[in-house]
C-alpha cells in the first residue's frame, strides 16, 4: 500500500466518518453539511494517526518497525507536513459546514479536535489514564460533532448517547494496547497505567468499561433510538465485547492483549452495523 494511504489508517479514518453516516441515517437525511462532516472526520481522524506516527517515531522502531515513518517510507519531516496539510483539510470543512449551516458549534468543534488530537500525540498520550480517555474521548465526540453538523436538537441528543458508548469501549480498548505496547513505552519513558501501576489492574478496568458498555447498549434500543434488529444484531457485538472481558482478565500477555484489541475492534464494527441495520427497523 502507497505509504501515505497507510498512515492514515484508512480503516479507523473511514469508521470515523461513518460515524457520521449512523448520526444521519438515524435523522433519516443526508446534506452537504453531513457530507461535509464525514470529510472532516476523515481528514481529522487521519491528521491525528499521522501526527501520533510522527510523535511515537521513536516508540514504534521497537513496537511498529513497519510502519511508514520508522521504515523510512515516510520521513519525519514530510510525515510532520502531512499531518498539519490534513488537519487543515479537516478545519476547512468544518469551517464550510458552519458557514453553510450558519451555526458555529462545528467549526469550533473541529479546532479543539485539532488541538487536542495534536496536544494527545505531542504529550498527553505519555500521561497515565489522560492519553486513554483522550482518544475515547474524541471518538465519541465524532458522532457528536455528526450531530452539531445536522443541527437538529433531537439528534444532538441522539449524537451524545451514541458518543458515550463510543467513549467507553474506545477507552477500554486504548487501555488494553497500553498493555500490549508496555515493551516499547517503556523505552520512551511514557508514563502509561500498566507501566506506574502493573498490568492487572489496568486490565480489571478495562473489563469494568467493556462489561459497563455491554450491560448499557439496549437502552438504545429501550428509549426508541434504534429498532429491534439493532438488539439482534448488538447481540454478537457483546458476546464478543463479554469474551474479550474474560480474555483479559485472565491474561495480560502481550499477545492476548493484541488478540482483545482485535476482537473490540471487531465489536465495535459489529456494533456499527447494529446501529446501521436499527436506524433502518
Ligand atoms: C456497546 C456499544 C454500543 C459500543 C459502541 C462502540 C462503538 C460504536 C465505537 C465506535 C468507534 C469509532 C467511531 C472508531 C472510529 C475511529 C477509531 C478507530 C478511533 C480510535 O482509534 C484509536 C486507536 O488507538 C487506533 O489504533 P488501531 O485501531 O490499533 O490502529
Ligand atoms: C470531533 C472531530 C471533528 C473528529 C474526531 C476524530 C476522531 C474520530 C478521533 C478519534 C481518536 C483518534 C483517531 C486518535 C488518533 C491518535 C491515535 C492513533 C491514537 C492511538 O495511538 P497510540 O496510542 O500511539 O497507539 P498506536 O499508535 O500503537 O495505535
Ligand atoms: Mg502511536
Known amino acids: 500500500m502507497n505509504p501515505y494511504i497507510e498512515i492514515l489508517r484508512p480503516g479507523n479514518a473511514l469508521m470515523g466518518a461513518i460515524s457520521i453516516i449512523l448520526v444521519a441515517l438515524i435523522d433519516k437525511t443526508i446534506s452537504i453539511p453531513v457530507i461535509l462532516a464525514m470529510i472532516a472526520v476523515f481528514f481529522e481522524t487521519s491528521a491525528g494517526n499521522v501526527i501520533n506516527d510522527y510523535f511515537d517515531y521513536k516508540i514504534d522502531l521497537i513496537n511498529k518497525p513497519e510502519r511508514p515513518i520508522p521504515s523510512g517510507r ?5 510525515g510532520r507536513n502531512y499531518g498539519y496539510s490534513l488537519f487543515a483539510a479537516g478545519t476547512v470543512c468544518g469551517f464550510l459546514i458552519s458557514y453553510i449551516t450558519n451555526n458555529w458549534i462545528p467549526f469550533g468543534i473541529v479546532l479543539f479536535a485539532d488541538i487536542i488530537l495534536y496536544l494527545y500525540a505531542y504529550t498527553l498520550k505519555t500521561t497515565p489514564l489522560i492519553g486513554n480517555l483522550t482518544v475515547g474521548f474524541m471518538t465519541g465526540f465524532g458522532f457528536v460533532f455528526g450531530g452539531f453538523s445536522i443541527n437538529n436538537p433531537n439528534i444532538i441528543i441522539t449524537s451524545l448517547f451514541l ?10 480498548r486504548e487501555i488494553v494496547k497500553d498493555i500490549e505496547d508496555i515493551e516499547g513505552d517503556k523505552t520512551d519513558g511514557a508514563k502509561t497505567l500498566p507501566i506506574l501501576i502493573g498490568e492487572k489492574k489496568p ?13 448499557l447498549c439496549p437502552l438504545l434500543y429501550y428509549y426508541h433510538i434504534f429498532g429491534i434488529l439493532y438488539l439482534v444484531v448488538i447481540a454478537f457485538a457483546v458476546m464478543l465485547f463479554i469474551y474479550s472481558a474474560i480474555l483479559i482478565l485472565k491474561s495480560q500477555k502481550r ?10 475492534k471487531i465489536g465495535m464494527l459489529i456494533a456499527f452495523v447494529a446501529f446501521i441495520f ?4
Open 163 to 172: 458518543g458515550f458508548f463510543a467513549f467507553v469501549m474506545t477507552t477500554a
Open 255 to 264: 499477545e492476548i492483549a493484541a488478540k482483545v484489541s482485535k476482537n473490540l
Open 203 to 215: 486490565a480489571i478496568l478495562a473489563a469494568i468499561l467493556i462489561i459497563i458498555d455491554s450491560a
Open 278 to 281: 436499527g436506524s433502518l427497523i
Open 74 to 78: 515516510i520521513s519525519l519531516k514530510n
